[in-house]
């Protein structure tokens, strides 16, 4: 199983700054086929989780610019650009190319 | 619209047997491998099983091989997951996902497993 540890696991971010949160994969998660099986999820409180990168740096359709996904390999952050009060929650990580699927523990965001 | 509506959650005894179901609309379904994730109360989210598009090739976690099935009817863009033998441990809110980078997510069904 892979092991997907995020960093920090907290985070209280001033309206308008910019935040980052890192996941790191204990395997390299590059397919032969080129492709980068890196996720990034965010779970609003009380609701399920919404999609908001896929493939390390594609953004889901309605996905805020403001967010951006980067990283290769085993090394992946994503980052909110402005932070605005809307993007608190949880967010996670997931690795979709080794079975069984995993996720990181989980990034809780708030605003100061 | 695309939705995912999941179904049959409920209190069980340890030892008992549940069916989740999750009805599908506004997409495809047989064209897509499809997942169930859980979320224990106060903690992240786990992945659980997979089902390919046509039913012929299942994964699960390791916690719930032997216990758990998954399957699906694409006659009626339906999926679940057969919990028998359930545990504490498998008390949680079960997501029904669309794949194809889990871009879709039902509500949740709550299992509770207890005495």
């Known amino acids: 199983e892979i092991v997907m540890t995020q960093t920090p696991l907290s985070l209280s971010v001033i309206p308008g700054q910019p935040a980052s949160i890192s996941c790191k994969s204990g395997r390299s998660l590059l397919h032969g086929n080129g492709k980068t099986f890196l996720y990034w999820y965010l779970q609003k409180p009380g609701q399920s989780p919404r999609p908001l990168i896929y493939?390390?740096?594609n953004r889901f359709s309605g996905v805020p610019d403001r967010f951006s996904g980067s990283g290769s390999g085993t090394d992946f952050t994503l980052e909110i650009s402005r932070v605005e009060a809307e993007d608190v929650g949880d967010y996670y990580c997931m690795q979709g190319i080794h079975f069984p699927y995993t996720f990181g523990q989980g990034t809780k965001v708030d605003i100061k | 619209e695309v939705q995912l509506v999941e179904s049959g959650g409920d209190l069980v005894h340890p030892g008992g047997s549940l069916r989740l179901s999750c009805a599908a609309s506004g997409f495809t379904f047989s064209s897509y491998w499809m997942s169930w994730i859980r979320q224990a109360p106060g903690k992240g989210l786990e992945w659980v099983a997979n089902?390919?598009?046509?039913?012929?090739?299942?994964y699960y976690v390791d916690s719930v091989k032997g216990r758990f099935t998954i399957s699906r009817d694409n006659a009626k863009n339906s999926l679940y997951l057969q919990m028998n033998s359930l545990r504490a441990e498998d008390t949680a809110v079960y997501y029904c996902?669309?794949?194809?980078?889990?871009?879709?997510w039902g509500q949740g069904t709550t299992v509770t497993v207890s005495s």
């Open positions: 089902i390919k598009e046509d039913g012929s090739t299942k």
């Open positions: 493939e390390v740096s």
């Open positions: 996902v669309r794949e194809g980078g889990m871009d879709v």
